[in-house]
């Protein structure tokens, strides 16, 4: 199979490889954090970069091991990863914070193995999130606190 691409269009690619690859765990700083079942494609990926015209994107490690350069990475990369980990944070913020509540509620003790909610119990699970979404657009974090030892 032949595959063409432009430069910008390969660029994207090894924009989305970059991307890939950190939330699959991999942090271009860190050689050591490429996940094994993706450094042979990676390297294929980023090795290519100068046949394509996209050698400014892609730097060399010691070893000769391609890896996205700051251009690719502190690029329009960079935007989208922000983008993803704040609303990976948001989103999971909330929806612990509504499970510890409803299981609360229930009576549950935190960590318990607890049967899944009922539809009635998912619907105030619901209920519980955008009450904490709403908090979190209005005040980010400013309003959270943490009791240690204590129940929140």
Known sequence: MKVSFTAKEYARLLELAHLGLWVAGARPDDPGTMPARYADVAEKVFGLAE?????????????GQPYPAEKLTAGPAEKVLTDFTAD???????????????????GRLV????PPFTEAQEERLRLIEETYWRE?????????????????
């Open 88 to 106: 990976v944070f948001w989103s999971e913020l909330a929806v612990r914070l509504a499970e510890r509540d409803l299981q609360a509620e229930l």
């Open 136 to 152: 979190f657009e209005a005040h980010g974090t400013d309003h959270v606190v943490v009791l240690r030892g204590g129940q929140g």
């Open 111 to 114: 960590g318990d193995e607890a």
């Open 51 to 63: 046949t394509f015209g996209c050698a400014d994107l892609v730097e060399t490690d010691v070893n």
